[in-house]
């Protein structure tokens, strides 16, 4: 007979006693984040009818939650844990309230860290920011911006925009601060960036109490372990070959490896087998070279994580 799938109920008897409540960002970031734990080892599923995503941990609840609110419920307790940029930790001036585990390089749509900016219309006369004086400015980060401007001695008109900030730019403001990646949006708007106000980075960060508990702490800990170590994978690639064993110092020469690399004997004798890791930028360039350099049977395979 086939095994009927668990009920609601059933699945919920068999949850563990102690569970880590984890907040995810929900919208922009969402995407880049499941993918990212996918890879770590942890399938996450969204469901546009549960509130809950499922995933195939019992001892962890996910909630997804706008990136700006997270920090605020992990220092509220109502979160265990939850990955937020810092730039909504010092938003919203929970940086204290919180244990920072860790910091992970990725975007929306790339490995680089977003950068909120001040920008203007190209034929803005706007140059720097003392050009702000008494003018008005459209922006999410209403915090951020107000301890830029009083950092230089600045005075002007900052309202909260609830969206579409780029739109406002030339009609209905004279500058927006605005969050980016690359800058091709504002570019595509006709909009010149005059200033960095913050650079940010996602970062896992623990509820005070929760980090204390050890269960809790050994899990968030194992939790940035993995993580970090599926996004280093994400730009490096495994590398094996076969080597007569008198080619070896001249080869080990030109190797870029992370560490030593794994030198092992074959059965055939004079032979050696060479593994290690590399950039994957770096493969293009390497292979010819290392065949040159008398190399036979070179595999590369791709990384699932790369724990040091």
């Known amino acids: ?7 609601a109920a059933t699945a919920a008897t068999n949850a563990p006693a102690t569970r880590l409540k984890l907040g995810l960002p929900k919208g922009s970031l969402q995407e880049a984040t499941l993918e990212k734990f996918a890879r770590a080892g942890w399938n ?27 920090g605020r419920y992990v220092a509220l307790g109502y979160l265990d844990a939850g990955l937020t940029g810092i730039d909504w930790i010092h938003e919203n001036g929970v940086a204290s309230q919180v244990h920072e585990v860790g910091e992970f390089l990725f975007s929306k749509a790339t490995r680089q860290p977003t950068r909120w900016v001040l920008a203007v219309p190209e034929e803005s ?25 009083k950092k230089h001695g600045v005075k002007a008109e900052i309202e909260f925009s609830w969206g579409a900030t780029e739109v406002k730019a030339r009609e209905l403001v004279d500058a927006i601060v605005d969050v980016t990646e690359t800058g091709s949006s504002l570019r ?32 968030i800990e194992s939790i940035a372990m993995l993580l970090k170590g599926a996004i280093e994978a ?12 008198k080619d070896l110092p001249n080869l080990l020469q030109s190797l870029p490896s992370l560490r030593n690399p794994t030198v092992s004997s074959l059965s055939q004798s004079g032979w050696v087998a060479v593994e290690t890791i590399i950039d994957e930028p770096v493969v293009r360039e390497m292979i010819p070279q290392l065949k040159a350099l008398g190399a036979e049977g070179i595999i590369e395979y791709p990384l699932n994580k790369v724990v040091y």
């Open 1 to 7: 007979m086939s095994k009927k799938p668990e009920s």
């Open 44 to 70: 996450i599923t969204v469901s546009s009818r549960s509130y809950e995503p499922y995933v195939d941990d019992p001892s962890l609840q996910i909630r997804l939650i706008r990136a700006q609110e997270i």
């Open 125 to 149: 006369p706007i140059q720097t920011v003392k050009d702000l004086e008494g003018k008005r400015i459209a922006t999410e980060v209403v915090g951020m911006t107000k301890r830029w401007l």
């Open 188 to 219: 595509a708007n006709k909009l010149r960036i005059v200033d960095t106000l913050m650079v940010s980075t996602p970062r896992l960060v623990a509820n005070k109490v929760a980090w204390k508990d050890e269960w809790k702490r050994r899990k």
């Open 234 to 245: 994400e730009v490096k690639v495994g590398l094996k070959l076969n080597l007569r064993e």
